[in-house]
């Protein structure tokens, strides 16, 4: 099976710190994707790659961005937390060539607080 | 742009009787379409995707859901809900060639009771 692990489930940071969530898929997917989850909202997408050292901006980057120096790790970094990405952060990946018709595989989730 | 509607926040259904979530999607070309379920505090797990072919698609659990492409539709159904059919349930779509852009709707609460 396909897996997706998140390193965090439950984050609480306060405002103004560095927040890193990692992300890392055991499946050889080219694709990452990092949304974020709000009630009544849906799922928007943040940032995705389809290639080590690529990344293209989704719907909602501002206040973020992204690492990926290997296939398999994708990293979704908030360099100075505020209170409104307060949120529950899903990653998720997938096969990469470009008429793919597969599945998103998701993590867990981290949910994080900031104070 | 592309676009998913899933014009319910909630949906009711007793334990035994069959169930509908809706969702009606718009797209500029041919589209990929998906239903995901999320269970509380989990990440989405995919239950089945329509991409080509018959317009009834089979999933996990049961589900099915069928491809309208006049109403521009992709319901979700089950013949026979259970009480662990209670879960929050996302429609996504994706054009072809855009392996990247999955938009997703804002989710519907499905609620089986005993």
């Known amino acids: 099976d396909v897996k997706v692990t998140q390193s965090s489930r439950y984050l609480v940071k306060r405002t103004g710190e560095k927040v890193f969530l990692e992300c890392v898929q055991d499946?050889?997917?080219?694709?990452m994707f990092w949304y974020r989850q709000d009630p009544g909202l849906g799922l928007r997408l943040i940032y995705f790659?389809?290639?080590?050292?690529?990344?293209e901006k989704g719907d909602i980057p501002e206040g973020y961005s992204v690492s990926r120096e290997k296939k398999e790790r994708f990293s979704l970094i908030l360099e100075s937390a505020s209170t409104n990405q307060t949120s529950m952060y899903l990653c998720?990946?997938?096969?990469?060539?470009?008429?793919?018709?597969?599945?998103?595989?998701f993590g867990e989730g981290s949910r994080l607080t900031v104070l | 742009a592309q676009s998913v509607a899933q014009p319910e926040d909630q949906v009711n259904v007793a334990e035994g009787n069959p169930l509908t979530v809706k969702c009606t999607y718009s797209?500029?070309?041919?589209?990929?379409l998906f239903w995901y379920v999320q269970y509380p505090n989990r990440g989405l797990q995919f239950l089945l995707k329509?991409?080509?072919?018959?317009?009834l698609v089979k999933g996990s659990y049961g589900f099915e859901a069928e491809f309208n492409k006049s109403q521009t539709s992709f319901h979700l159904k089950k013949p026979s809900a259970l009480v662990s059919d209670s879960a929050l349930y996302f429609c996504?779509?994706?054009?072809?060639?855009?392996?990247?852009?999955?938009?997703f709707g804002d989710g519907t609460t499905l609620t089986v009771k005993p």
């Open positions: 996504a779509v994706r054009v072809v060639f855009n392996a990247g852009k999955s938009t």
């Open positions: 499946m050889d997917h080219e694709n």
């Open positions: 329509y991409i080509t072919g018959d317009n």
């Open positions: 790659s389809y290639d080590v050292k690529m990344k």
């Open positions: 797209v500029s070309g041919n589209p990929y």
């Open positions: 998720a990946s997938s096969f990469g060539l470009a008429a793919n018709t597969g599945e998103l595989f």
